[in-house]
């Protein structure tokens, strides 16, 4: 299955998996992963490491902005089968282990079928594993400050999506890869550009949007969003458009 792979900045790529977006940034022989989409990506997702010249073998870490299935997908396959670590929020890592779920329930989404796309999603979501019992085993809280990985990302906790929801900003080239705290676009959502997900996807809405005046203090000018197409233009003016459309 051929991946959709954009490279956005040198050594960054993006690529659109089904409806989720993951991140690899490489560095030699080794890459960093952020996130890896649904479980039923996987296909994709290793195509994608190959299209890049690189393998699952010389991944140095998964990193994780938030532990939904659609970004948490193939993370334990690549922790049990490479002993690829996987790192996130400490915050996030009960969740991960699926000691508790903040995630969308199936009757909330039922309430809001009526909305152009909602069931669409949920039909895809469901297909490619977005409900199946899909736990990290081992998470690792990742230590402070830049991260001595591929790409030097920094972390940046963004909570309200989840509780442990963290963007990573490549302070050196510019970039925000922001997780589900700021996207550019969903299947359900009727505009396009920076937005938050509608709001029947976040655990706490006013700590989601709280988050992005924390996005909106880093430098910056590509963004590259958890869903949705690459934005380029100031991260600032991006979170500010977000918080605008939030209120």
């Known amino acids: 299955m051929r991946a959709d792979v954009h490279q956005v900045a040198d050594g960054t790529y993006l690529v659109h998996g089904s409806d989720t977006n993951w991140v690899i940034l490489a560095e030699g022989d080794a890459v960093t992963l952020v996130d890896t989409g649904y479980p039923g990506d996987r296909e994709r997702l290793l195509a994608s490491l190959a299209e890049v ?3 699952p073998e010389a991944v140095a870490a998964v990193l994780i902005t938030h532990a939904h299935n659609d970004h948490l997908g193939s993370a334990e396959y690549l922790r049990a089968t490479y002993g690829t670590p996987v790192y996130l929020h400490a915050a ?3 969740h991960a282990r699926r000691e508790f779920l903040h995630q969308v ?4 989404v039922l309430k809001n079928g009526w909305r152009p796309g909602v069931l669409p999603w949920a039909v895809h979501a469901l297909r ?7 736990p990290v085993t ?5 230590p402070a400050g830049p991260l001595d990985l591929p790409g030097r990302p920094v972390p940046v906790h963004t909570p309200g999506h989840t509780d442990g929801h963290c963007a990573y900003h490549l302070p050196g080239t510019g970039v ?3 997780g589900d705290a700021l996207v550019s676009g969903h299947p359900t959502s009727p505009v396009e550009g920076p937005q938050l997900l509608p709001d029947m996807f976040h655990h706490e809405r006013p700590r989601a949007v709280a988050s992005l ?3 909106a203090e880093l430098e910056g000018e590509l963004l590259l969003p958890g869903h949705g197409p690459v934005h380029r233009g100031s991260l600032k003016d991006a979170a500010h458009r977000a918080r605008e459309r939030a209120l």
Do not use: R
Not at 128 to 134: I, K, L, W
């Open 53 to 55: 010249g690189s393998s």
């Open 92 to 94: 996030e890592a009960p």
């Open 105 to 108: 329930s199936i009757g909330t």
């Open 128 to 134: 490619s594993g977005g409900t199946t019992h899909n």
């Open 138 to 142: 081992a998470p690792e809280p990742f």
């Open 176 to 178: 925000l890869v922001s």
């Open 213 to 215: 005046d924390v996005l």
